[in-house]
């Protein structure tokens, strides 16, 4: 089959999308390149959905394969394994904006897999597989209402840069994604370095007017190359069926939504829903079944426009709040005896507890990718536990949304961090979900902004962060500040903001409709900057700047300098004198290339301990200095003295008295001490020195050692 290919520019890349010559019984199949950046990107959907199927299935896997940037896996296997965070995390950036754009009541199970077979290190691959997916789906024939456009943008010297490369992004104050189609912001994930509201907003319109070049180019693409649509209608809704569950449900639903307690909530909607299955399968005549899937859509549809109805109609939300109202605030730090820093935030029934521990650069994430091998020294790890919500379930590994939710407070708080110069310190910050209703991954950046000043980091602002909502009918629409996890689900966008009160820190916003306008999106940012002002204002009555002192369980670094040449003097010969220093001191050591050395210690006893024996390794034996000595050794010819540590020199027996020796060992024994005085150090670092010379004119000579000794 003749491959076809559409080559367009887009800002200052090439983009080429290849159909036709690879993956030819995929539904569909794309390699997608930008410079030697390719992703090849399948989909591949069934073509009947699996019976009883009540929701959609789809899986986005995305991977790296490490030839695309010619190295071999590392590790006893040598193949690639169990997808890192990074991957994980590009995965859920390709499946937020296309899973809105699945029609309503499509549930055949469809998959998209997107392989990096080719890395250019300054082009990032995320983009590529984004581009590479919607034209994949749009020309497979899978219901899908794309395109999508999708760009990278940069923010250097006050000017927005499109799809900047990764030398440029490393000059940039912003990296932000934004996904949607031709008349729609569908998704956008972003990290800044507190810029204002404005200018992130700006940067959203920016890169959705310069993703129309995608959208044009693959709809010529499908125009040339797709294949034909599926026949597929979505299912009819059963009008009777959905006015019998209203009758029967809508005053308890309308009922159970003035419950402000969420659990007492929940049992009473569960309450409404077993009356409406046991009333509908009452009136079932003999041999009928009911369909409690579809009697189950409808009562979420009930609930949907219950909740809905009232926000439009202007009266007060599920927990009885006006739209820009926060939750009740409560903020306790220093509540764990042993960590390094710890905190508990509590905003209405979403509580996390967060806990920061410090430690050393050895204690810095390896990750080892396409572009090579580096080290992330603060991480952030967010868990949610079922008893959060109040059920039970499995526990074991991080799941895709914990690892999303955990890089998004990261990304709010990474913009304050000290760099590793100001504060030699690994830092892992953990927040636990203990409470769950709306806004976890927000309750773990004010959590970790908590932990990290009570920790003793010397972060440069504190941050807040802050989820918003939206409610839209037709030319209506509300916003909702501080959303439940009730109003997240029922509602039409999710819009989670962090930053200090200079400026915003990180920006994700998911939306589940078209018609988000940028007057709605200003709204939002300026709800979202009024909550978070107020929050910062509760939390800096908690603690308003970082802990003077650190823990008294914290590793305290001390930093040195020597000279890189007496490196190996204090590492010794296959690292004996350094591992020999760091068990009698109880310290960690760590020495870069550089001579810089860092000593780690949770007692200052310890850390001047290593310190002078660090100093005393790495001194300068000078001429014509007097320095205590121990005899190492003896020979003939006269005695080997140890001045200091790992550095031995020479007595000539003529140098040991001012009288004749005739046999050294009468004169010096091993482990006797003595004063030397360094007479030379060759070329070789020879050294030479004299007992003779260390005298006082007043001292008498080296006495003869006592016989039988």
Known sequence: MQAIIKEFQLGQHTVTLETGAIARQADGAVLASIGDTSVLVTVVGKREAAPGQDFFPLTVNYQEKMYA?????????????????????????????????????????????????SSDPEIQP?????????????????????????????????????????????????????AGTENAVLMVESEAEILTEEEMLGAVVYGHDQSQAIIKAIEEFKAEAGKPDWEWTAPEKNVALADKVAAIAEQKVGDAYRITDKVARKDSLSEAKAEVLEKLTAELAEGEDLDEQEVGKLFSSLEKK???????????????????????????????????????????????????????????????????????????????????????????????????????????????????????????????????????????????????MDAGVPVKASVAGIAMGLVKEGEDFVVLSDILGDEDHLGDMDFKVAGSSAGVTALQMDIKIEGITKEIMQIALRQAKAARMHILSVMDQAIAAPSQELSEFAPRIYTMNIPPKKIADVIGKGGATIRQLTEETDTTIEIEDDGTVKIAATNGNSAKEAISRIEALTAELEVGTIYNGKVARIVDF????????????????????????NNVSDHLKVGQEVKVKVLEVDRQGRVRLSIKEALEPSEPAAEPAPKGE
């Open 638 to 661: 006269g005695a080997f003295v140890n001045v200091l540590p790992g550095k031995d020199g020479l007595v000539h027996i003529s140098q040991i008295s001012k009288e004749r020796v």
């Open 126 to 178: 995320d983009m590529v597989a984004l581009i590479g997916t919607s034209a994949a789906l749009a020309i497979s024939g899978v219901p899908f209402n794309g395109p999508i456009g999708a760009a990278r943008v940069g923010y250097i010297n006050g000017q927005y840069v499109l799809n900047p490369t990764v030398t440029e992004l490393a000059e940039s104050k912003l990296d932000l994604v934004v």
């Open 69 to 117: 940037a010619g190295r071999i896996p590392g590790g006893f296997l040598k193949r690639e394994g169990r997808p890192s965070d990074s991957e994980t995390l590009t995965a859920r950036l390709i499946d937020r904006p296309i899973r809105p754009l699945f029609p309503d009541g499509f549930v055949n199970e469809v998959q998209v897999i997107a392989t990096v077979v």
């Open 306 to 452: 219950i909740v809905r109805g009232r926000i439009i109609s202007g009266e007060k939300r599920i927990d009885g709040r006006e739209p820009d109202m926060v939750r009740a605030l409560d903020v306790m730090t220093g509540v764990l005896p042993r960590t390094h820093g710890s905190a508990i935030f509590t905003r209405g029934e979403t509580q996390a507890l967060v806990t920061a521990t410090l430690g050393t650069e050895r204690d810095a994430q390896m990750m080892d990718d396409l572009v090579g091998t580096h080290k992330h020294h603060f991480m952030l790890h967010y868990n949610f536990p079922p008893f959060c919500v109040g059920e039970t379930g499995f526990i074991g590994s991080p799941k895709r949304r914990e690892i999303g939710h955990g890089n998004l407070a990261k990304r709010g708080v990474q913009a304050v961090m000290p760099s590793l110069e100001e504060f030699p310190y690994s830092v892992r910050v953990v927040s636990e979900i203990t409470e769950s209703n709306g806004s976890s991954s927000m309750a773990s950046v004010c959590g970790t902004s908590l932990a990290l």
